[in-house]
Structure formats: structure tokens, C-alpha cells
């Protein structure tokens, strides 16, 4: 190797390495701001009490468990559907036009932006399928929203199991699905589980979809079905922040929600990463 060939190359390690540092700064940044500024609203009271007074007294209990019923409802919906499909796509479809249009729609869709599902999510499950402004409408809308994300993550998944394992199994004389189900699934998991991780993200900080399709803003009870309407954490903030009577006097409660927000996302994504772990052990072995 030349030296301006090692020069080259130390300056992009270098470069590499301060993109990486300047990531992580400013997230560090970003979340001892918050911290900061959030960290006095936090209380018994605040996580559990029902909000008063259109939200300037109370706590945010309805938003916090509204939120997490978005996240388990859209992913119960989305994981299952977006898999099945990345399988489909992967290991039984033939290349064709067929599949050329539905992987640019998978493409196309994962770029739309979210005011655009929700609109979507008003006209088909509020309106055509009456489901009504409700609980059910807002998760099969933030579905449809991370369905391309989960597909594309479970491909990229699938594809870097190895063909080996496939051929083995198959030479053995097991079935295609079996092998599919036993053997490539098994080692795709922790890839599955990174887009799983991504997409819970995106579930719990959208609101454009749920303000179409259910959320309100004051609602100092809990959902008692899918068909009711809900509080959540993102539009409860956006409209706290910026729409309030008395934005000045409820910083702390922006700051506090917003600290809540980001602590569910990152215990999520904490248990996430452990299952990938997980499985990524048990591939190793």
C-alpha cells in the first residue's frame, strides 16, 4: 500500500470517526436538554393522575397508556403482515414486473409522508369502513405507515442468511417452509427485530396520522374499547407546546411529557435490543 494511499485512508477513518462523534454528541446533547428542562415535572402525580383543568393541573396517565395501546396495536397489526410479505417477496416470488411494481410501491410508500397515510386512515377506516374516529382507526393507520419499513428490514434480514443454511436444509429433505420457518426465520430475527425497533420509533412519535383518525387533546379517562377516542403523548406535547392557553406556565409539563416520550421509546427499544441479542446468541451456538 502507497502513502498517499494510507494518508487516503487514515483521513477517512478519520472523518468516519468524527461523524460519529458529532452523532453521538448531539444526541447526548438533545437528551440532557430535555432532562434538564423535564426532569422537575416528573412525579407520582404527573405519571398517574388524570389531567385537570385542560391539562394545566393533573398528570398525563390517559396519554401515556394511549400511546403505549398505539404502539402494541399497530405493531400487533403491522409485524405480522410486513414478515409475511419480506417472505413472500424473498423466498417463493419470481422476479417479474409483478414484483418490480410491488417493490418500488414498498419503496415509494416507505417515503410518503405521514400526513398522507393519515388522510389515507380518515377516508378508509373512519369513514368507508365506520370505524369511526377511534382507537382501532389510529393503530391500522400508523400500520399501513411502518408496513414498508418492517418489509424492507425483513428482507435485508433475509438476505444475509446465509444460502447454506437453506441448501442444508433442503438436502435433507425438509419441506421449503419448514426450512423457511425453522431455519432462515430463526437466523433472521435480530435483523427483524432492528426494523421492529425502528418502526416503534416512528409509532410513537407521529401525529399527523392519529390527529385524523382519533386522538383529542383533553380527555381525562382511559379508552374502554378500540372504538373510543384516546390521548397520546405526541399530539398531547405538539398541542401543549403550541396551542395552549397558557403555554408559558406549562413548560415544565412540555418538557416532562417530552421526557416520558423519549423514556417509553428507549425502554421499548432497550427490550428490543435484548431479544435481538437474544437471538443473535442463539445463531452463534
Known amino acids: 500500500m502507497g502513502l498517499n494511499a494510507r494518508t487516503s485512508e487514515k483521513v477517512a477513518f478519520a472523518l468516519l470517526s468524527l461523524s460519529a462523534v458529532a452523532i453521538a454528541a448531539f444526541v447526548v446533547i438533545i437528551l440532557a436538554y430535555i432532562m434538564y428542562n423535564g426532569y422537575s415535572a416528573i412525579s407520582i402525580e404527573f405519571l398517574t393522575e388524570m389531567p385537570r383543568m ?3 393541573e393533573g398528570g398525563i396517565y390517559p396519554a401515556i397508556i394511549g400511546t403505549i395501546l398505539l404502539i402494541i396495536g399497530s405493531m400487533a397489526v403491522a409485524l405480522p403482515m410486513g414478515i409475511m410479505a419480506a417472505v413472500y417477496l424473498n423466498e417463493y416470488a419470481v422476479e417479474n414486473r409483478t414484483t418490480w411494481i410491488i417493490e418500488m410501491a ?17 377516508a378508509l377506516f373512519v369513514k368507508y369502513f365506520d370505524f369511526g374516529s377511534s382507537l382501532l382507526s389510529s393503530c391500522l393507520t400508523l400500520s399501513l405507515l411502518i408496513i414498508p419499513v418492517i418489509i424492507r428490514s425483513t428482507q435485508e434480514a ?5 444460502k447454506e443454511y437453506r441448501e442444508s436444509s433442503l438436502a435433507l429433505g425438509v419441506s421449503k417452509w419448514q426450512t423457511i420457518k425453522h431455519v432462515v426465520l430463526p437466523a ?8 421492529s425497533i425502528l418502526s416503534i420509533g416512528r ?12 386522538v383529542v387533546y383533553f380527555l381525562p379517562r382511559l ?3 378500540m ?7 405526541p399530539y398531547h406535547l405538539f398541542v401543549l407546546a403550541t396551542s395552549g392557553t397558557s403555554i408559558a406556565q406549562t413548560r415544565s409539563l412540555q418538557y416532562g411529557t417530552a421526557l416520558v416520550l423519549l423514556i417509553i421509546v428507549l425502554g421499548l427499544n432497550i427490550i428490543a435490543v435484548l431479544i435481538r441479542s437474544h ?5 452463534k451456538i
Open 54 to 56: 385542560m391539562m394545566t
Open 106 to 122: 414498498i419503496n415509494n410508500l416507505a417515503g410518503t409522508p405521514s400526513v398522507v397515510f393519515g388522510l389515507f386512515g380518515l
Open 158 to 162: 433475509l438476505i444475509a442468511v446465509p
Open 188 to 195: 433472521a430475527i435480530p435483523g427483524i427485530v432492528t426494523g
Open 203 to 214: 409509532v410513537a412519535g407521529e401525529t399527523a396520522p392519529i390527529l385524523l383518525t382519533g
Open 223 to 225: 379508552p374502554d374499547s
Open 227 to 233: 372504538y373510543s377516542q384516546f390521548m397520546a403523548l
Open 279 to 283: 437471538y443473535r446468541q442463539k445463531v
